[in-house]
């Protein structure tokens, strides 16, 4: 599955500056509630901080652009002359006022995780209120591979003598990636170390649409993973989603059957190859 995410389509931002025949971004969501919930973490006095949208907006660019691996990186890519476009899009379009990257990082110390999972809530229940823009009825849940930025490994957590025969647990420069399995591909190695972002993925007109994600250990089971999401789904006003489509790595009777009576979502897999398919009977009780 194509995990793209969408919900703020950039290419309505690749002009030089604003077009009114454009959908803009601040005239479909109302983000008031940023600077409603983040403003007050900031003390009065001093120097006059700047506006949350915008650092809200520049995370919103770091977490759904591939090519950017830091916030360094990304204050570096956002004062590029070329990118005046998500400059518009975070609502700085003068490069020297670019927030520095130290500030995106207090910012990022500020907000708890709680508290930005209740602004996307929010951001989503938006969303869901355009016509034909999310069509969550029948959403799917997926896993791919978030590689960390190791070395190899580092050292043991032990004091044996010799290291190379022991079972001790190993470590990494990312303290907290583990060693996985992904699906076999080309020019890819079976292991990597990093984790794992499951996500529940709404279709739309314009394609897959990720609705909100997770990152966990990759050595984290998916049948673990599917029914706290459908729990978090239940959190978001006004999604109403009625089958939810996994593969069998989320395949669990108990956690399905939770999910449909408890949270009235149908978890939808494909079938086990070792599954027996009793005969179909006639209306007499004999086997058609």
């Known amino acids: 599955m194509d995990l793209q995410l969408e919900l703020l389509p950039y290419h309505y931002y690749n002009t030089l500056g604003f077009d009114a025949e454009l959908i803009d971004f601040i005239d479909n969501v109302d983000d ?23 650092y809200f907006r520049m995370h919103y660019l770091y977490f ?47 907000v708890s995780v709680e508290l930005f999972y209740d602004i996307l ?4 229940t938006q969303a869901l209120k355009l016509k034909d823009f999310l069509l969550p009825t029948l959403t799917g849940i ?39 399995v992904q699906r076999t591909k080309a020019n890819q190695n079976k292991f990597f170390i990093g984790y794992r972002k499951h996500s529940i993925v709404c279709p739309s007109p314009k394609g897959p649409i990720v609705l909100f994600s997770i990152i966990l250990p990759n050595d984290t089971a998916d049948v673990k993973v599917m ?4 729990e978090m789904m239940k959190k978001i006003e006004a999604l109403k989603v009625d089958y939810l489509v996994a593969d069998l790595g989320y395949f669990d009777a ?27 009977c006639s209306p007499e009780g004999k086997p058609e």
């Open 32 to 54: 008031s509630i940023v600077l409603k919930k983040i403003a007050p973490l900031y003390k009065d006095g001093g120097r006059p901080p700047i506006d949350p949208r915008i």
């Open 64 to 110: 759904t652009r591939p090519e950017i691996s830091s916030f360094r990186e990304l204050v570096r890519q956002l004062k590029e002359p070329k990118n005046q476009a998500w400059r518009n899009f975070i609502g700085v379009p003068n490069i020297s006022k670019v927030p520095v990257h130290s500030s995106l990082s207090t910012f990022r110390t500020k």
């Open 121 to 124: 809530f929010d951001l989503i």
């Open 142 to 180: 997926d896993s791919r591979p978030v590689w960390a930025s190791v070395n190899g490994y580092k050292h043991k957590r032990c004091d044996c003598l010799d290291q190379s025969t022991c079972a001790c647990e190993k470590t990494y420069s990312d303290p907290d990636a583990t060693c996985g």
């Open 227 to 230: 029914l706290p999401l459908v």
């Open 254 to 280: 108990e956690d399905q059957k939770t999910s449909l009576l408890e949270h009235d979502v149908a978890v939808v897999t494909e079938i086990k190859k070792n599954t027996i398919v009793p005969e179909y």
